[in-house]
Each structure stands twice: as structure tokens, then as C-alpha cells.
């Protein structure tokens, strides 16, 4: 794990290791292939588009949540460019629609204001469909389907005259989850939306399918996939975003200084608010290479940031010797939902971006300075 250190680079810095990335694409690559399907990077969890030249070589295509990731999609990744958002501007309208291919509404109301405009443009166009199934505990900000939520169109809600006009039907219901969760969203989708689906063109899957994770049933969805695609025949799409850079990143930082407060405490160069914020938005422990549990090692401590935030705080590790200034610490599993949603609340420098290559050399992508601060305020 050292070897993602780099010799001279000050921390704190994300290394994306390009072996384990094809890693992930070629599982993927192979579930495109043996299901029939078409499986889009949803750029929400990474958009490193350094890397693009190489996911495209695997994937359909990019998923975008609105003008900016569309337009980064269109003009970095080869392929087919798709957009989902809640609610369409009218002033981005006329630009979005010169990147993307495929766009989804939200609602019935948003079909009306802005379908016929895409269509006319040669786009496809889909609604996306609540089918108002949660197959998940705990995170409830993560759950599409739970009462109250703002995403997908109800059956209560569907307008079926306009079943005529879409392409196609989406729904994205998962988070971390396996195909048994989409099986059971399949069954209740089919029951309630399932007689529409034979005049589309395609169904697109969302994304939450943790298909390179060890444990996930591959099999699974590939019987899904075809037994949709054979049934409806419609072409269908899989976007995932965590399942592309799953373990394939990591984030380098420094022990800064260590202290007694009833417990051991490091402060460290990275910050849990400002450069992995859903440590503490999820909540989730980011795993840390050659660490245990708390208390679990002869060493525990409270790992934080150097921000003000008193909660900006990473969690409890320990370590088989005492933390010293200046030791490296690495996590892991830090390419997904990191680089896309850092900050630089108080002023903080948000880390470089490394590359490293398949033969072991490290390519510095990207490096931040005060400027990156200040042009945004
Ligand atoms: C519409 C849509 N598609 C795809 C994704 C990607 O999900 P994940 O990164 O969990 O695979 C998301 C995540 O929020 C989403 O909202």
C-alpha cells in the first residue's frame, strides 16, 4: 500500500490506480456483453475525466444530472451522453440539448414543458418512474421511494397518453445494494408500470447496482436483464457510478500532531468536511490501510481534520505503534462521491489528483491553489 505514496507530492492527495479501474470495467465490461446491456458512468460519483479515454473503452457512455457533468460527458467521453434531473431550467434548455442524447423527466409536467423540445431535436426521451418500493434501511436520505420523496413519478401521478411520445422508462431506486434488491424493485416496477413498458424503446435501470463488489450476485442481474429484455424487448440500460471506481481510489494524508483529550487524538492534513463529506453526511468509517477498529490495535485515535468544524472528525482507528508527526495514512475506497463533492470551507486546499498508471508511474493530474479558493467567492 506504500506504493501509493508519492515520493515529493505534499499531502494531502487522491491516488485513482488505473490496474484496479480495469479491474472494475472488465467485470462490467463482461456483464454488458453476456446480459445485452448498455452501461453508462454515472459522473455524479466521479468525473475524473482523465480517465475517460480508458473507461470508454468498456462503457456506453456517461449519465449527467444536469448541464455541467452533461457537457463534460459530451465533450470527454466518447459515446452516448444522458441527462436526469429533477427539474429542467428553461435558460439551460436550448444548451443541454446540444449535449445530450437521451433525456429523463421527473414528471408528467416536465414531459409537457420540455418533451416535444427534445424530441424535435432528434433526442430520446424517458420519464423516470417511482415505483415506490424501498429495499433499503438506514439511509433514508439515499431512498428514492420513501414517502414524500421529490424523485420518479408515482402510478397515482402517471399520465399514460403520454406513454405515445416516450422512448422509454428509468428508475433508480438502489444504493450499495445487490440484485436481489433489484429483483424485488423489478416485480413491483412490472406490476405497476409493466403493461407500458411494451411500446418503449428502452428501461434504464438507474444506478446502485454494487456490481464489482466481491459478494454481488452477477448472475443474477444478467438473468434480470435478459429475462426484460426479452419480455418487453427493450434495450436496458445500467448507469452505476460507485461500481466503476469501486476500491480503486485511495486519499494520502499526514499526521500533523497527536494529543491527549480522555482519548488520543490525531489531527491530520485532510479533512473529513471538506474532502470526503459524506463521512459524515452518510454516515460511514472510510476503511485505513493498517488499522483496526477502536481499540482493536495497542494505539487508538481519533482521527480529524484542521478545520473548525468540532464533528469534522473521521472516526476511531487504532495502530499497532503511536501515531508520530508526519506518518502518511492512507484510505481507502476513496474514489467514489470524493472528488466530486469536495470544498474548501475555511480556505482549505482541496488535494491533488494523481494518477497512477498500470507500470507503477505516477502522473500529477491536477493540483490546487489559492485561486481555486478565491475564484469561487
Ligand atoms: C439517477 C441516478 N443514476 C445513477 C446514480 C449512481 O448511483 P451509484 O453511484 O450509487 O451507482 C445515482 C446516484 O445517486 C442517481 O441518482
Not at 414528471?107 to 433499503?136: D, H, W, Y
Request: glycine share 8%; net charge negative.
Amino acid at each position: 500500500m506504500e506504493k501509493y505514496i508519492v515520493p515529493g507530492l505534499p499531502t494531502p492527495y487522491f491516488v485513482v490506480d488505473e490496474s484496479f479501474l480495469i479491474k472494475n470495467l472488465e467485470i462490467l465490461k463482461s456483464v454488458c456483453d453476456r446480459a445485452g446491456c448498455k452501461i453508462l458512468l454515472a459522473q455524479k460519483a466521479f468525473s475524473m475525466y482523465r480517465t475517460y479515454p480508458l473507461i470508454s473503452r468498456y462503457l456506453y457512455g456517461t449519465t449527467a444530472s444536469g448541464l455541467h457533468e452533461a457537457r463534460l460527458g459530451k465533450e470527454e467521453f466518447p459515446g452516448e451522453t444522458h441527462v436526469f434531473s429533477p427539474a429542467y431550467r428553461e435558460d439551460e434548455f436550448e444548451e443541454l440539448l446540444t449535449y445530450a442524447d437521451h433525456f429523463v423527466f421527473n414528471s408528467p409536467r416536465q414531459v409537457e414543458k420540455f418533451g416535444m423540445r427534445a424530441k424535435k431535436a432528434g433526442k430520446q426521451i424517458g420519464l423516470r418512474i417511482n415505483p415506490q418500493c424501498s429495499t433499503q434501511e438506514g439511509h433514508e436520505i439515499y431512498d428514492p421511494c420513501a414517502d414524500g420523496s421529490r424523485l420518479g413519478t408515482t402510478l397515482a401521478n402517471f399520465d399514460p397518453k403520454q406513454v405515445e411520445i416516450l422512448d422509454g422508462l428509468h428508475f433508480h431506486t438502489l444504493c450499495e445494494q445487490n440484485s436481489d434488491d433489484l429483483e424485488t424493485t423489478v416485480i413491483e416496477f412490472e406490476k405497476k408500470f409493466g403493461k407500458y413498458l411494451h411500446s418503449m424503446k428502452w428501461l434504464n435501470l438507474g444506478g446502485g447496482h454494487h456490481i464489482t463488489r466481491k459478494d454481488y450476485d452477477i448472475e443474477k442481474l444478467i438473468n434480470i436483464v435478459k429475462g426484460l429484455k426479452k419480455k418487453y424487448n427493450v434495450e436496458v440500460y445500467l448507469e452505476p457510478g460507485e461500481a466503476v471506481v469501486l476500491n480503486a481510489g485511495f486519499l494520502v494524508t499526514s499526521v500533523m500532531e497527536t494529543f491527549n483529550n480522555v482519548i488520543d487524538v490525531a489531527i491530520v492534513d485532510t479533512s473529513a468536511a471538506c474532502h470526503m463529506p459524506d463521512v459524515i453526511e452518510m454516515p460511514y468509517r472510510p476503511p485505513l490501510y493498517n488499522s483496526g477498529e477502536s481499540g482493536e490495535k495497542k494505539y487508538t485515535y481519533r482521527l480529524g481534520g484542521p478545520t473548525c468544524l468540532a464533528g469534522d472528525v473521521i472516526g476511531d482507528y487504532s495502530f499497532d505503534e503511536p501515531l508520530k508527526e508526519g506518518d502518511k495514512l492512507i484510505f481507502e475506497d476513496m474514489a467514489l462521491y470524493t472528488m466530486v463533492k469536495t470544498n474548501t470551507f475555511n480556505g482549505m486546499k482541496l488535494p491533488s489528483i494523481v494518477y497512477r498508471k498500470k507500470d507503477g508511474s505516477f502522473e500529477l493530474v491536477r493540483s490546487f491553489t489559492y485561486e481555486d479558493f478565491k475564484s469561487r467567492l
